[in-house]
RNA sequence: GCCGCGGUCGCCUAGCCUGGUCAGGGCGCCGGCCUGCUAAGCCGGUGGGGGAGACCCCGCGCGGGUUCAAAUCCCGCCCGCGGCGCCA
């Protein structure tokens, strides 16, 4: 017998009630897995009967071309034309089948890996920490229940003076960004950044991919936009829904990060295991609908429409993975540490992943302006699931084994959140920001950059602007 | 955008005109034999699915159509190459 490749399909003929407790621990209805086995069950059932009928009306209408006689040949193709009008009858039945197979298949997410924390999203475990946050005399109680709760004791400095939000530090303070004339002009959620926020945005960018290139991971510049075949093996129905953009009367829709393009890479290929593991680091805007998002954070720059990212993806042996992902939450790890932003590690509960994604983490940057820890990072193991659907297979050289590999993926930087975070965390009292020291070598070289600080306004560089605070 | 040519089982390629032998061959890869080891040589394997299995079905860029029968004929689309046009 042939072994089932795709791991979640084997799970569920062999034993679905396992695949159930997967579907529960993410909060889902089981009833999906029932009728998929059920429909799996009879869609295997009338592919034997249609194979017998095929067989015999093959056989005949072999027969009829080396049939001389046209009395004979008369008869035979009679007889195949009978055969092929029940054929037909079966055909459509195997086709609605199929498609119902294949409808409720793309709908099937990941396993959750035994490691994750089991519950919603007020279930996810931070992990560990790292930096030593600023904390606002306000914030402090806040801050404990962040920390403490979880039994970490983390050093902090308190702070006597309130800082300011990063969207009013952007905006009214810095004066270099303008969210009113872009919401008149594109709408919400979109944004004008100006000189120095520019000049952080590009060096965070170089900063990432230097420090990603420094490590063997291949630069890439991927399609902007994919076809929608490929943008629906890469994500999963909700992520289609709320988060991408499809371009009017053309099959293409925007990528919603680099990632989506640096999986298609190698999209109906074989891949050998002596190739294994293949590690990019990709650049590109990102163009998110956030249409779930509601309300939330509508200030500022921390949830936009467009901002750029550099995201690792790695292709790699499942007997890996685990480790792998490991690694690529260590290289976020160092890219924030080397900004001096303090941080902690979540391990993101059942209810809130993906379903791409067997786990998940999320790294989270303390905002002093806040008093909150927010995301910056999230790195996904996707196991074969995301393989499978790309039908990305790995070729394994002892005895020529055929499955499929493994993908993972994490944010290496994303521009415009990063920013927030320097905003509030490097801002001083008189509302000067601190130009983290890291980046300063890809600023020097430009005449134009700033170098050191980010200086308050009077009022913006460029665009209209009124008096009002 | 227009015209012409092309897309074959990992790669290269035969078959298409003139519909019907298992889609043939080369390379690569895997396994075996041989060998002190390697190479050469020889034998077998090398797309997907179903079936407990003997086997069977599907597969020639994708999707339709004609036919008892399609890699082969017809239509649409996608991609590549060459030429023309247009624009950086």
Redesign the pocket.
Known sequence: ??E???SI?ELIRKNPEEYKRHLVKRQMDAALADRFYQVDLRW??I??E???L??R??????S???TRDPEEREK??AE??AL?ARLKELEAEFERLDAERRDIMMQLPNIVAEDVPVGGEEDSLPIEFWGRPKVWRGHIEAFLEQTEKYGFKVDYDVIDWRPVGHADMLEHVLKLGNTLKAGEVAGSRFYYTFNDIVWLDIALLLYAIDHMTSKGYVLVTPPYMLRHKVMSAVVDLETFKDAIYKIEGE?LYLIATAEHPLAALYFKE?I?DDELPIKLVGISPCFRKEAGAGNRDLKGIFRVHQFHKVEQFVFSLPEESAKIHEEIITNARELFQGLGLPYRIVNIASGDLGACAIKKYDLEVWMPGQGRYREMVSASNCTDWQAFRLGI?L?R????V?DYVHTLNSTAIASTRTITAILENYQREDGVVEIPKVLRRYLEIFKGAPKDYIYPREKPPAGPWRKTS
Do not use: F
């Not at 009306?57 to 072999?62: D, M, T």
């Not at 050289?397 to 020529?400: C, F, I, P, Q």
């Open positions: 017998m042939i089932l490749a795709w399909l295997r059932k592919q034997v249609l194979n017998e095929r067989h009306h093959n056989v005949i209408s072999r009829i071309g080396k035979l193709i195949a034309r092929l099959d074989e050998y297979r070729v050289r002892k005895g020529m055929r």
